[in-house]
């Protein structure tokens, strides 16, 4: 199963905006995609309660699953958009 590891990049971690971001990034990939902290149970990335109850702050390094066809693509893409600061996007 493909993973990726990331740092949060935003300046609230995934609260707010970035977490609304993300988890909409990640109900549109075409595969299901997990997300946890350290050695915690994988939570479903589309679920935005999930999400916001992991407690990533900025820094904090989180880990993204998928399988299935286009599971690399939709990692990549959702890498990145976790690795942004996308509370400065909004500033700009």
């Not at 609304?20 to 589309?46: C, D, H, N, Q, S």
């Not at 309660?49 to 992991?54: E, G």
């Amino acid at each position: 199963m493909p993973t990726r590891t990331v740092t949060v990049g935003s300046a609230s971690g995934l609260h707010a905006r970035p977490a609304k971001l993300f988890v909409e990034a990640a109900a549109a990939a075409p595969v299901k995609v997990t997300i946890r902290t350290g050695e915690k149970k994988p939570v479903p990335a589309k679920s935005m309660l999930s999400v916001l109850a992991l407690g990533a702050k900025k820094g904090t390094e989180v880990i993204l699953e998928a399988e299935g066809d286009g599971a690399e693509e939709a990692l990549d893409g959702l890498a990145a958009l976790l690795a942004r600061d996308l509370d400065a996007d909004d500033a700009a």
